[in-house]
């Protein structure tokens, strides 16, 4: 699903669950821009998705049209479609990548990046001789996801064989950190988050 069908859906859903609701607080809920909530907005009531009446106190109710309902509907179906195929080819990939890390010998494997992906990967690990030590996350503010620890420094996760890279928002970035710290050949990362393996960023000073 694409980002425009995606904020579409979440107007949509966002008019569906409470009528009284403002573009301030849309915007809010959306995570976009005011002007851009604003935007959607007029297109979702031009293409007859959303009708608007005024309500009291100089404000306005905003409504599914039964045409809105139904593009909900069909956007909905779509967004579980993109869903469900994401973590399909995510659990292919998780167990393939697990697999190599089996046959290498690397027990003890650490992640990069907390959220979905990081989750599929500790369902699939299951199936491996392959323990997970923690997650390498600067982003995240809790000290555990998916039942691991989790740590802003790679360092603190303890003794580990293996990273794989799990970081959905930044995954080049995090693999060009890594690559710093650690040889690339113990530097794992999935075809779907399409990470440039060829040229690895110069090792920091005091590294081997």
Not at 30 to 59: D, E, F, H
Not at 141 to 149: K, N, V, W
């Amino acid at each position: 699903m694409d980002s425009e069908a995606e904020i579409t859906l979440g107007l949509l859903n966002a008019v569906h669950e409470n009528s009284s609701i403002t573009q301030r607080s849309a915007s809010y809920e959306l995570g976009i821009a005011l002007g851009l909530t604003n935007a959607y907005l007029k297109r979702c009531i031009k293409k007859g998705l959303i009708k608007v009446s005024q309500a009291p106190a100089n404000r306005y109710a905003y409504y599914l049209t039964p045409k809105g309902f139904s593009e909900k509907a069909r956007l909905t179906a779509e967004y579980l479609s993109s869903s469900f195929g994401f973590f399909r080819k995510a659990r292919d990939q998780c167990s393939d990548i697990l697999e190599t890390c089996a046959d290498a010998g690397w027990c003890h494997v650490a992640l990069a990046g907390a959220g979905d992906l990081c989750e599929v990967m500790t369902l699939c690990v299951a199936d491996y001789p392959v323990k997970l030590v923690g997650i390498l996350d600067e982003r995240q503010t809790s000290d555990r996801f998916s039942g691991l620890p989790v740590s802003s420094r790679l360092m603190a996760l303890g003794n580990f064989d293996a990273v794989i890279v799990t970081d959905l928002a930044e995954p080049q970035s995090t693999y060009d950190s890594l690559v710093r710290d650690i040889s690339p050949a113990h530097v794992m990362t999935l075809p779907l988050l399409k990470i440039s393996r060829e040229k690895n960023p110069p090792k920091r000073q005091g590294m081997a």
